[in-house]
């Protein structure tokens, strides 16, 4: 098994900024797309930005322009750079591969809470 071990969040301000990392425990995940999801209250999970093992990034139109992803394959670690936040983007925020593989874990999640 894969683990994803999250760090960064918290609460910021609207109009701040956060970075998430997502650290894998093994390095079969420099083959494979990453992602970044996010869970608010009452809603279903979203992907909200991917990332290739090549670097090609993909956003959600709700992230595109605000966030950017990236990744570091010698570390094996995934990055999620969120500026202008607004409170609308207040959620749990989880790593994952893309697609699903059984052998990796969901990260286990980082809360990111965005005042007004």
């Known amino acids: 098994q894969v683990q994803l071990v999250q760090s960064g969040g918290g609460l910021v301000q609207r109009g701040g900024s956060l970075r998430l990392s997502c650290a894998a425990s093994?390095?079969?995940?420099?083959?494979?797309?990453m992602a970044w999801y996010r869970q608010a209250p009452g809603k279903q999970r979203e992907l909200v930005a991917s990332?290739?093992?090549?670097?090609?990034?993909d956003y959600a139109d709700s992230a595109k322009g605000r966030f950017t992803i990236s990744r570091d394959n010698a570390k094996n670690t995934a990055y999620l750079q969120m500026d202008n936040l607004q409170p609308e983007d207040t959620a749990i925020y989880y790593c994952?591969?893309?697609?699903?593989?059984?052998?990796?874990?969901w990260g286990q999640g980082t809360q990111v809470t965005v005042s007004s």
């Open positions: 994952n591969v893309l697609p699903e593989r059984t052998y990796v874990q």
């Open positions: 093994g390095s079969i995940v420099s083959l494979l797309t």
């Open positions: 990332i290739t093992s090549g670097g090609s990034t």
